[in-house]
């Protein structure tokens, strides 16, 4: 599928943390993930994702009319084999050691003012995409899981370690799954310490298209064509279901304050635990193996 390139209505500014590129025929406009130094939400990425998401905002205000409209944004990665491994574990080491409450509750926030926004597809006539190739880990399945579509391929893989520091998934993770799947499968996705495989995850209905390797983008693309056809209806359809069950920003906010404080509890066996894990988020993607990552459920 071809592209067009970045039209004048969206920023061309050159983001360190992100590449973007907008399709002008769908509408389409791609955030592809490229942290460093850790393939994890930096306070630097969450900026320049911030500034993606008021990109989008502006193209529906723009006098230049609907051919510039991001109709679809979707959230990737440039990264091989990685999503985002989530939450940036040695800030929250340094903080935790510190003691200093309002630096987690700072990072909170600003996770909140991006998956916020996304699930609710940023209260635009516009659907937010996640494409997972690769691992999403903690804060990096939580980012899926915020998205209106989640398109896995199939050697994807998701989970939420968290539980193995004893902490939890604290920036949504809660109440994305229990409005989409329900309680007890939310339950054991966030407390088993697991890390299942896409096609497991499309089983549970946490998925909602899988695709084989190495044909994510077109995935997006037969989504968008099928989605169109209907576009009109498929958007009310989801501002309804944004209405029906809704998630608000205080809900978020709660849950953000109770996992800052129960972080604030963790032990020292707790934190060598988490160090395992900032190591595991500094290795290249071809070394992140399965014992560094959780146990992982087998496909039957």
Known sequence: MSVTAEVSALPRKNFAQISTRFDREYGVYW???N???RACFSIELLSELKEYLEAIAESHVQPSGRDNEVRYGVLASKTRGIFNLGGDLALFRNYIEHQDRDGLLKYGIACVDNLYPWHRNCDLPMTSIALVQGDALGGGFEAALSATVLIAEESARMGFPEILFNLFP???AFS???RKVGRRIADELITSGTVYSARQLYDMGVVDVITAD???EQAVYGYV??????GNGRRGYERARNEVEPISREELMRVVNVWADTALKLTDR??????R?????LRPPESLAPEHLGKVVPIN
Do not use: E, I, N
């Not at 707790?270 to 160090?275: A, K, L, N, S, Y």
């Not at 894990?277 to 988020?281: D, G, K, N, P, T």
């Open 31 to 33: 955030a592809y993930m």
């Open 35 to 37: 942290a460093r130094p």
């Open 170 to 172: 604290g920036m949504g």
């Open 277 to 281: 894990l900032v190591r595991a988020q």
């Open 270 to 275: 707790d934190m060598r635990m988490m160090d």
């Open 225 to 230: 064509r099928r989605h169109t056809k209907g």
């Open 214 to 216: 190495g044909t994510g």
């Open 176 to 178: 994305f799954l229990s």
